[in-house]
């Protein structure tokens, strides 16, 4: 059960960067481009 758990915690700390990822660098980066 405790390995089951450890999983889920990686799986969703995996999923919570991905969110996160790209609204960090966008808004590093996104200060240099006009459109």
Same mark, same amino acid.
């Not at 799986?11 to 980066?29: E, H």
């Given at each position: 059960?405790?390995? %089951?758990?450890?999983? *889920? *915690? #990686?799986?969703? $700390?995996? *999923?919570?960067?991905? *969110?996160? #990822?790209? #609204? #960090?660098?966008?808004?590093? %980066? $996104? %200060?240099?481009?006009?459109?």
């Amino acid at each position: 059960m405790r390995k %089951n758990k450890i999983w *889920l *915690l #990686a799986l969703v $700390g995996v *999923l919570v960067l991905s *969110l996160a #990822a790209p #609204a #960090a660098f966008g808004s590093i %980066n $996104g %200060n240099d481009q006009k459109v």
